[in-house]
């Protein structure tokens, strides 16, 4: 390792953090300047990547969880000869730029995650890891190591303050990921003041209780930073690594460095001062080397050899394997079958269970058809049922386990399937009750944002929930997930309907699809065809039962509220429609066309059933509308008590129509 | 301490439990079962309480966090002699009864926390931790003592595992909570299979790593429970008491005890054999044995004694304290002054800033008439604006503060005001970014469940934040709290609304309220009075400009988008109306004429602005109106670029209503 260059290299990333906050007068100068040695070992000798390939598949992932010190990112992926040029550092967090102010999945190359919401990192990271140690069991064979890489992240104390993390790190700790190496930018300070005020833990005896090895290093130390990384990717010993960095926020401006005014972008008045002591030349701003600049050309050669001899590596393995290729290819592909639907079989005319139970069976099916595909429960395999039951369980002596036990930690699960599917070699998802979702919100919607396909199975929706009450009875929880971008949130109202829901999640590419599965048991809507719910699932809204005659009254229905739209329907006689409205989001990509033949605008007289909060609605409603539905927390009685109590019954549709 | 009858007694709870779970056929034997010593020594011995008052201000508080055990609480609140009689507990988990599937504030008296979502049940017994050292700090003088109490939480491994109890529990040993005590059922059995699968951490070890002192205890060995609590109880030593008690689980049903299966009700159909075994009656369900009645008689009759001797010391302090005295009564009133408004001062008419920096202003004046009142932040007072100036920090040495430093930790901030709150002697609020209230969704909701006055003040609303991009721009946060039922949540377009809106959050008892409050600046709407933006954000929706002559067209905002409808209605000229919407769940609340008189139903010309999602809005709208907003994720750039980007401006509105 060349210290000298790369003590030079640190200098200027410190310098292109400085100059871009200050071009833009916003940012987070603290990490990019007390991380610069981390980045230097880590982006100029310890990960191995290869520029022009950000996505080589044996590559060292590297999360940046501390989100907000994106320069640091931006710094070393353009220093590294990524196609992150000099141009774009200096439009960081401008309109149109691949360097917004918070490092996004898709907008950079070599950004591996969405971050700047804390302690998400760490969950990616941790799911990374997961899906590196199951490529390495799926795919490597005797003759051929396709995987062999690490994942490595960087936290700061507000990762490590986050619950998120903390659950990401113990079920780490306990899954024995030790090609995990966390690198925990401990500089003693966070946003509002010294982290004295608010914490007080011991980093090393937390990690250690969780199962970690721990080690403390000078972060400004280049050849103990490397011995650490070094060390920690030499020892598979079943025990994820974290390297303690005692840095100095900042460092490189005397006036805020090492306190909480180092943390933003308030250091960046003193640059000029800041960028003579670093060596920097006062004429240039965003300044590289010659030295660094061949010090990196360098290593991209280097790079690209040991890029080339594994690609040889794959290629033969690829030949000898070709089973195993199409598998990991249509895995990346992110592809489903497209004729997914043959594989699931149809359910019986007396079918009569929970679309909880129904899912099983799907997922079952699903899962025959997509070996890629995981699945995990955060200990509640045997209420939500997605259990693979051929699958086998994940753990540190079965990584090839499709079933992964996530432990109560719904916001650690949320997180860690986020990183299963940045890697994107597996399709995963996850489940809990409905309720639950609210734990894990934030990693969802960073699924979201992250266009990534990530499945979440919620069960026990509503208030069919029953005995256990308004704490477990999410009334309002679909509606919540309606409102984020980009999730689709799918409420079958049947079996058949359950099966179109989860080939429609499969197919999806580009997003996250949330499925909402009842705890009790409700009927098969057999007067319409299988293909037609199948279908119509898949399509958001269509119609369940067409009218006979002249169109009067079109009532709209959901997930369990759709047997009550049925009934209601033939009580009230030939010119009602019934409309399932399974996935709102699904329903408004349709065409204009479509839309109106499901709901023409010139049939006014309509109603809507949901047993949750009815706002969203409205926009189907229009003003002569009529929404039944539940504004209320639930209650603590059986399920069929409560939803009579609270007006959700096809009596109530009736009347409502008369 | 009577071993005899308290194991009896321990044995009746189990019977208790079993015949009210085996009734309803639901519910979680496997808590009630393990921890019936720990209820014994705790209700029997250690707790502190007067049935008969369950509010008593000196009260040992005790949280069951793992609520799906709610009938070891019901089990002996019933044995205790609270009103909670043996027919609410043969009615467990029916329509109207006070024995909720899940342990409800305000349904049951003695149920100190609604809990069952695991994990906050840690956090609120946090929050009542840090309530009582402060009311002790606060109330007592030289002279008497009138708060000297303990808080003693159960949890689970569950709790253990989620990640709002981890931040709960780090706070709390940074902070000092030495009068808290913390029992974890250790029983090494979660809801789906063995801890082992999922769970590997040293307990012991990681709570030591928090600051706090720990203890490993058979837990069901009635003299070492009590041996254990009286310690934690005697030992101020500037650390929170964990009593890790090794228990078995549903021990009494030899078919399940010990296993996930005897988490649930499952165990139900051996309980006949298993009340025979426990020298249960077999001719008697819900058997209480008259030595039970009798010890808890007298345990009653010693509880109203120490109740009768502090209310003679509460007395003398009354009268001798008589201000300290009204400040209590006021807290526990949960009263706010009714002139509030007066308190606060006007904003000068060229004031133009955030309404996060107007809320600093508001707050701290809402401070001086309301000395019950606490702030907090999750490390970004610096941001959210809402210290207290004259405040003091909380912390071990100065439990006077007023500003309470949570670190990083949303959730376990909104779990530990949730505490605070149930506690009801102050007034709590916190803060964090607006973003970020995903990840105390758990906890808001669960606030508004239980009808607590918590307010929070999320800053850095929507794509105003500008360059910190899609991660930190809230576009769909406010509709998703808008659809938690009894949850306020204002929006303010201004200075003046944003005063309004902290008044209506002091003035409400029954609910919490969240505040959303922009980082950008944004004018003062001076056309209209003072007065009328005040109320007007009360009220939730308001005429913020009259037409002239006929009304044509409404437009209709929230927040940082009133001053674009204003313009426009300037541009589009006379018939056009502006209505201020700060709070869709008040103005909800208004009477029908109110909000006839408002949004004329005969006016169909519609127009909204707000920059988020828009689907809430169509109740307003009806099938004619135009909703302008953001149905997408945000942008990383300048705030006033993004909003232009994104069409949110006056030149919107005004070609809408064109």
Not at 134 to 163: P, S, W, Y
Not at 518 to 534: C, K
Not at 592 to 618: F, M
């Amino acid at each position: 390792m060349n210290t000298t260059v790369l003590a030079k290299a640190a200098n200027e990333a410190r310098g292109l953090a400085m100059d871009a906050i200050h071009a833009c007068n916003s940012g987070h100068l603290g990490l990019p300047l007390g991380c610069a040695e981390i980045g230097a070992v880590l982006f100029g000798e310890a990960l191995r990547y290869n520029p022009d390939a950000p996505k080589w598949l044996n590559r060292d992932r590297f999360v940046l969880s501390a989100g907000h010190g994106s320069m640091f990112l931006y710094s070393w992926l353009h220093l590294s000869g990524y196609a992150v040029s000099l141009e774009e550092v200096k439009n960081f967090r401008q309109l149109g730029s691949i360097t917004p102010g918070h490092p996004e999945f898709h907008e950079t190359p070599g950004v591996e995650a969405t971050t700047g919401p804390l302690g998400q990192g760490v969950g990616n990271a941790v799911g990374y890891a997961l899906s590196g140690k199951r490529a390495a069991a799926k795919f490597n064979t005797a003759e051929h190591v396709v995987f062999d890489h690490h994942v490595v992240a960087i936290m700061g104390d507000g990762c490590l303050q986050e619950g998120v993390a903390k659950e990401a790190i113990a079920f780490a700790g306990h899954s024995g990921l030790d090609n995990l190496i966390l690198i925990y930018d401990s500089n003693n300070v966070t946003l509002d003041a010294m982290a004295e005020i608010t914490q007080g833990e011991d980093a090393e005896e937390y990690f250690h209780s969780q199962c970690w090895d721990a080690v403390t290093i000078d972060g400004h130390d280049l050849a103990a930073i490397a011995e650490a990384v070094e060390k920690a990717k030499a020892t598979q010993n079943g025990r994820p690594k974290v390297i303690i960095a005692k840095t100095v926020i900042a460092k490189g401006i005397p006036e805020v460095a090492g306190t909480s005014k180092g943390h933003g972008e308030g250091g960046a008045k003193f640059i000029e001062a800041a960028r003579a002591g670093l060596g920097l030349p006062k004429e240039e701003l965003f300044f590289v080397s010659e030295e660094t600049k061949a010090y990196f050309a360098a290593k991209k050669e280097e790079s690209k050899k040991a890029f080339d001899a594994w690609q040889a590596t794959y290629d033969a393995w690829a030949a000898a394997n070709p089973e195993l290729a199409a598998e990991l290819t249509a895995g990346i592909a992110l592809s489903a079958p497209t004729d997914l639907s043959s594989a699931i079989p149809e359910f019986a005319a007396d079918y009569k269970d929970a679309t909880r139970s129904a899912g099983s069976t799907v997922i079952n099916a699903v899962a025959k058809a997509m070996p890629q595909l995981l699945t995990g429960s955060a200990d509640l395999f045997g209420s939500t049922k997605n259990y693979l039951k051929d699958g086998g369980d994940y753990s540190t002596g079965n990584p090839l386990g499709r079933n992964i036990w996530f432990g109560i930690r719904e916001h650690g699960m949320g997180a860690i399937c986020n990183g299963i599917a940045y890697d994107g070699i597996f399709r995963v998802s996850g489940a809990t009750f409905l309720a639950f979702a609210d734990y894990m919100r934030g990693s969802i919607r960073l699924a979201a944002l992250s266009h990534i396909p990530v499945t979440y199975i919620f069960t026990h929706d509503s208030v069919g929930v029953g005995e256990d009450g308004p704490t477990h009875q999410p009334v309002e929880t679909v509606s919540s997930l309606r409102v984020i971008p980009n999730l689709d949130v799918i409420r079958p109202g049947d079996a058949e309907e359950t099966a179109g829901a989860f080939i429609a999640a499969m197919q999806r590419t580009d997003g996250p699809t949330a499925l909402i599965l009842t705890r009790q048991a409700i009927p098969l809507q057999t007067s319409v065809s299988v293909a037609e719910r199948r279908d119509g699932a898949q399509r958001g809204g269509y119609i369940a039962r067409k009218e006979k005659g002249e169109l009067t009254t079109i009532l709209m229905a959901s997930g369990s509220e759709l047997q009550y739209a049925m009934d209601a329907a033939d009580q009230l006689g030939d010119g009602v429609r019934v409309v399932s409205m399974p996935c709102f989001e699904r329903f408004d990509r349709q065409g204009a066309d479509y839309q109106e033949e499901v709901l023409p605008k010139a049939v006014t007289k309509r109603i809507s059933i949901e047993a949750g909060i009815t706002g969203l609605w409205w926009k189907y409603l229009g003003t002569d509308g009529k929404a039944i539905g539940i504004d209320r927390f639930g209650l603590s009685a059986p399920g069929n008590v409560v939803f009579k109590e609270l007006g959700i019954t096809t009596e109530a549709v009736v009347n409502a129509a008369k």
